[in-house]
Nanobody, 118 residues
């Protein structure tokens, strides 16, 4: 099974920065797309960005010009650099790793909480 783990969340003041890291393990297959998402209470999960194994980055509904994703295929990681954080950025940040061809998988981490508050 493919496992995904996030780290780096915490409490930060408005205007501050955080760097989240995601790692997947449990497969040696390539063609794995990774992505960062976020979800706040009462809201649906929102896409921040996905990055294919070839390095193609696609920004989603939560792209805001303050977030940057970077992938390291060698380490199976996808980092999310978040700058100038705002209270509206408070959410559980979730990482995903998936393949859409056999062997298919679509694995999520448990999420890491980011709270932006004084």
């Amino acid at each position: 099974q493919v496992q995904v783990a996030e780290s780096g969340g915490g409490l930060v003041q408005p205007g501050g920065s955080l760097r989240l890291s995601c790692t997947y393990s449990g497969t040696s297959w390539g063609a794995v797309t990774m992505g960062w998402y976020r979800q706040s209470p009462g809201k649906s999960r929102e896409l921040i960005a996905t990055v294919t194994s070839g390095g193609t980055t696609n920004y989603g509904e939560s792209a805001n010009g303050r977030f940057t994703v970077s992938r390291d295929n060698r380490k199976n990681t996808l980092d999310l650099q978040m700058n100038n954080l705002k209270p509206e950025d408070t959410a559980v940040y979730l990482c995903n790793a998936r393949r859409t061809v056999t062997p298919v998988f679509n694995s999520w981490g448990q999420g890491t909480q980011v709270t932006v508050s004084e």
